[in-house]
């Protein structure tokens, strides 16, 4: 077995990211099901599999790295001739492991030894097709099978009006594989806040699990309200009549119209609090909407409104104290 970080192609001090980078490109490249007329591309491929098993694994890492493990994902014993396949560390073995059964061995440690060999080749000695090995690529295969990198994530945006934060209906997403989810909407959302959806993502091209969805929510800016903090803020435009002698108006809301008295003489300078009708925090619990009256004179010439501002301006007393900031 080749040293993973060699079969990788990446530097023993190459971060997470890069061998997770590097494996994805070679496992593209080298899947047999994409070199079906390639002999050697399973053989590649299972090498290539090993050694991402080894390195991609945090922990598989520190102990390939201690010189625990070697390249093929066993145990290193001590006095085992890795270059020659020898056990001539332990005394009275020969270089063939498979002579030694349970009932023999040298020194009586035959069970001992039977279990050595269960860790290094992963099957009872002689046991199973395929001679020497065989069992220990099995388990390498099938260990690989099933810590399998999983796919990719892949990412997309869902723009979210206000409404869709105080509504039971879910918003749709359409992800970059044209597959649409409905999502559930957290309470609380900030602009820009990232979800997780779990599987969502690219398959795994080896079999494991699939990668995951990110979504970023941005809240669209809305053509009534403004956002300030958990309340909404909205301006309400009045007739000068609505202002001068007051009136009941019907308030637009995210969840439906609501009546809002207007007081006489409203100049507009306070804000009018309409509670429960802003956006959920964490809780669930919804801020307030402050509603703003902003009298509206019309669009179009009116000769009697004329006649009341001519009499109006005629009456110093009925005109607006001005502070020294607009010159008295």
Do not use: C, W
Not at 27 to 52: G, L, M, V
Not at 220 to 240: E, I, K, N, T
């Amino acid at each position: 077995m080749r040293d993973p970080y060699t079969v990788l192609g990446v530097p023993r001090n190459a971060s997470e990211a890069d061998i997770k980078r590097a494996f994805r490109g070679l496992a593209k490249k080298h899947h047999p099901d994409q070199n079906a007329d390639d002999p050697k591309a399973k053989e590649r491929f299972s090498e290539i599999s090993t050694a991402y098993e080894i390195i991609g694994d945090k922990d598989m890492r520190q102990r390939y790295d201690r010189g625990e493990i070697g390249p093929d994902g066993k145990e290193r014993f001590a006095g085992f001739d890795q270059a020659g396949g020898g056990f001539g560390g332990f005394k009275g073995f020969g270089t063939d492991p498979f002579q030694y059964r349970t009932s023999g061995g040298a020194s009586g440690g035959g069970a001992a030894f039977e279990d050595i060999l269960k860790d290094i080749f992963g099957r009872a000695p002689g046991s199973g097709p395929g001679g020497p090995g065989a069992g220990a690529r099995a388990e390498t295969r099938t260990r690989s099978q099933g810590r399998s990198a999983p796919g990719e994530d892949l990412v997309a945006t869902l723009s979210l009006t206000l409404e869709d934060l105080v509504s039971a209906d879910k918003p749709t997403v359409t992800l970059p594989t044209g597959k649409t989810l409905q999502i559930s909407v957290p309470e609380g959302v900030e602009d820009g806040q990232q979800i997780r959806l779990k599987g969502q993502g690219h398959p795994s091209p080896l079999g494991g699990p699939a990668g995951d969805a990110l979504i970023t929510l941005e809240l669209a800016p809305h053509p009534l309200f403004r956002r300030d903090g958990r309340d909404l803020r909205l301006d309400l435009p009045v007739s000068l009549d609505e202002a001068v002698l007051g009136a009941k108006i019907r308030v637009p809301t995210l969840d439906g119209a609501v009546g809002l008295t207007i007081t006489p003489n409203t100049t507009g300078k306070t804000a009018l609090r309409i509670r429960g009708k802003g956006l959920p925090d964490k809780t669930g619990v919804r801020g307030d909407l402050f509603v703003t009256p902003r009298i509206v004179l019309p669009e179009t010439t009116d000769k009697d409104l004329e006649k009341v501002a001519h009499k109006l301006k005629l009456d110093r007393n009925r005109k607006p104290v001005r502070g020294p900031e607009f010159g008295g």
